[in-house]
């Protein structure tokens, strides 16, 4: 990205428009360059292990202790520059200054890019990467992808403020028609925006048990959101939720409902088990386990999906329920959506017997999360069965109708 600083004398013979003009270019430069997802165009066999663990670290901490810390400096430097308040005082300084920080953004970012390039590979298709890094703590492949989903998703939100920030300064000269437009009258998205940055470079060295927890504490909250609806529309009286203003009008619908929350509430119990409220609760647990990457990934989205897949089954009971009578209600959907949200988290039971459970210190401690798991894998079994049997049973009689 051209430095247009090297075209503007230090005097004061530009005038304020011209100097925002240019920042104004700057920003939407950065914005057009950067606001996609960019294409890894090496081989994808530079992967962790092609750089050797020793440089995978030293690209990590290059990372983590340099370039990250350097773009958010830059990003909130140039945002604070174009603030509001900051604009009150001296406003030509501050626009060529921001001139100056526009290039070095580019260049942060390029560096960011290829370093993420060089450390870790775009999919986790290959075997060697996803089933031999068990070893590798934090530089485990799952974990340095999702290290880098986090910053591109980052990176398209800093964008789009670049955008607000360029429209702010072509309205800054009237107020009236920024209001118009639902310009607050304050821009001042540094705080947040360099928190956003900072959470990332903080995430990325978390123990693998930190993120565990947090996504198994997230399903959690999901679920419960679930049950929430659920509850609405089985109940007329019950607060009705955001997502199903109607309650469920017939009894077959209504039963096939109420047989959704033992299941809904064991894989709820499951996740509970891997937060502070279980497992994570353990004393001298180590920070990461043997797992490798595929085996994490299967694990941290089955917690990210099960909520999205459990609303699907809420939604195909509303519908079914509003054309109760008139066709036949979609009960193949339903059942499969069902297996598949309880299947997909029974399968992460395996890793969490032979990876989490076997790191708990205390002896009764790990036989009774042993024991707990076996019951509930017996649970989730029954409950999901019962669920489909009543399913069936309710397209055999509403078939026959």
């Known amino acids: ?11 004061s013979g530009q005038t304020l428009e011209y100097l925002e003009a240019l920042v104004v270019q700057g920003l939407r430069n950065l914005q057009r360059k950067w606001e996609s997802p960019r294409k890894v165009t090496r081989d994808d066999t530079w992967a962790v292990r092609a750089v050797g663990v020793n ?9 983590h202790s340099n370039l990250l810390p350097l773009f958010k400096d830059q990003v909130s430097t140039i945002l604070n520059l174009l603030g509001d308040a900051s604009m009150k005082e001296e406003p030509k300084l501050k626009l060529r200054r921001a001139l100056e920080i526009q290039p070095e ?6 560096q960011i890019h290829s370093t993420f390039l060089d450390l870790c590979p775009e999919s986790l298709s290959a075997t060697t990467v996803e089933t031999n890094d068990q070893h590798l703590k934090h530089l485990k492949a799952y974990r340095l992808l999702e290290f880098k989903k986090e910053f591109d998703g980052e990176l398209g ?20 028609f920024r209001r118009a437009l639902s310009f607050n009258d304050d821009f001042e998205p540094s705080e947040s925006t360099s928190y956003c940055i900072e959470l990332i470079i903080k995430n990325s060295k978390r123990s693998e048990m930190d993120a565990i927890e947090e996504y198994a504490t997230g399903a959690v909250r999901g679920i419960d959101g679930v049950l929430a609806n659920l509850i609405g529309l089985i109940n007329p009286a019950a607060p009705q939720g955001y997502d199903f203003p109607d309650s469920l009008n017939h009894q077959p ?7 959704a929350i033992p299941f809904i509430k064991l894989l709820k119990l499951f996740f509970k088990k891997l937060s502070k409220h279980g497992i994570m609760n353990c004393q001298r647990l180590p920070p990461f386990t043997q797992m490798n990457s595929y085996q994490l990934k299967r694990f941290c989205q089955s917690a990210e999906n099960v909520a999205g ?3 699907e089954i809420l939604y195909s009971l509303a519908e079914g329920d509003k054309t109760f009578g008139d066709r036949p209600v979609d009960i193949q959907f339903i059942t499969d959506a069902a297996e598949e949200s309880a299947s997909k988290v029974v399968a992460s039971l395996l890793s969490v017997l032979l990876y989490l459970v076997p790191l708990i210190d205390s002896l009764p401690e790990k036989n009774y999360f042993q024991g707990w798991f076996a019951t509930w894998n017996t649970q989730i079994n029954v409950a999901v069965r019962n669920f489909v049997q009543v399913a069936k049973d309710l397209r055999h009689e509403h078939n026959h109708v």
């Open 157 to 176: 939100s800093v964008c789009s403020v670049f955008g607000t920030a360029s429209e702010f300064l072509e309205l800054r000269k009237y107020p009236d």
């Open 1 to 11: 990205m051209e430095n247009k600083t090297n075209n503007i004398p230090d005097g």
């Open 105 to 110: 953004i580019d260049y942060s970012i390029t």
């Open 55 to 63: 440089s995978s670290e030293i690209l990590f901490d290059r990372l």
């Open 253 to 259: 619908m209504i039963n096939l409902a109420t047989t």
């Open 309 to 311: 897949g459990l609303g």
